[in-house]
């Protein structure tokens, strides 16, 4: 089996007006939903096929998520060093390509994907032709003193 790894990318907001206690965040599946939506809706803007929901990449991605809110770690590496290829692994998923794109701040969705189509690397990723799975995971925590989502998003094919 050939295996690709198409590319990761971080994305670090941090909104420094807002309170600490203040947050972008309702719930993890409204969150989930509403970021796949916009994939599908900006993969399709740019002629690519929707990406459909894979289980066992929802699995990594969330747990990346919630790894990163509980160590205050943005990075696609875990906590307990593995890369994020050998999470995705660990969680299952087998297919020949993957990708993850990450970010952190008081963020919607929205403002999620505005930052990922700006930027060429997460771009690369959201409208990869390779791609045909995704898992999104998403966490409330605090990144640097404030209020903060950790988003992950996992992709496969």
Same mark, same amino acid.
């Given at each position: 089996?050939?295996?690709?790894?198409?590319?990761?990318?971080?994305?670090?907001?941090l909104?420094?007006?807002?309170? !600490?206690?203040?947050?972008? &965040?309702?719930?993890?599946?409204?969150?989930? =939903? #509403?970021?796949? /939506? *916009? +994939?599908?809706?900006?993969?399709?803007?740019?002629?690519?096929?929707?990406?459909?929901?894979?289980?066992?990449?929802?699995?990594?991605?969330?747990?990346?998520?919630?790894?990163? !809110?509980?160590?205050?770690? &943005?990075?696609?590496?875990?906590?307990?060093? =593995? #890369?994020?290829? /050998? *999470? +995705?692994?660990?969680?299952?998923?087998?297919?020949?390509?993957?990708?993850?794109?990450?970010?952190?701040?008081?963020i919607t969705?929205?403002?999620?994907?505005?930052?990922?189509? !700006?930027?060429?690397?997460?771009?690369?990723?959201?409208?990869?032709?390779?791609? #045909?799975?995704?898992?999104?995971?998403?966490?409330?925590?605090?990144?640097?003193?404030?209020?903060?989502?950790?988003?992950?998003?996992?992709?496969?094919?």
């Open positions: 089996m050939r295996f690709r790894v198409a590319g990761i990318s971080l994305v670090l907001v909104a420094l007006s807002l309170p !600490a206690s203040a947050s972008a &965040f309702t719930s993890v599946a409204a969150f989930r =939903a #509403s970021l796949q /939506a *916009r +994939i599908n809706h900006f993969r399709a803007e740019c002629g690519r096929g929707p990406v459909s929901l894979s289980l066992r990449l929802e699995n990594a991605a969330q747990a990346h998520s919630a790894d990163m !809110a509980r160590t205050h770690n &943005f990075s696609h590496s875990g906590s307990s060093g =593995a #890369s994020w290829i /050998a *999470r +995705i692994r660990y969680w299952g998923y087998r297919g020949d390509w993957i990708g993850e794109n990450l970010a952190v701040g008081n969705a929205r403002k999620v994907m505005a930052m990922w189509k !700006a930027s060429p690397p997460h771009r690369a990723n959201l409208l990869n032709g390779h791609f #045909s799975r995704v898992g999104v995971g998403a966490h409330a925590g605090s990144y640097a003193g404030r209020a903060a989502v950790y988003v992950t998003s996992d992709f496969g094919g």
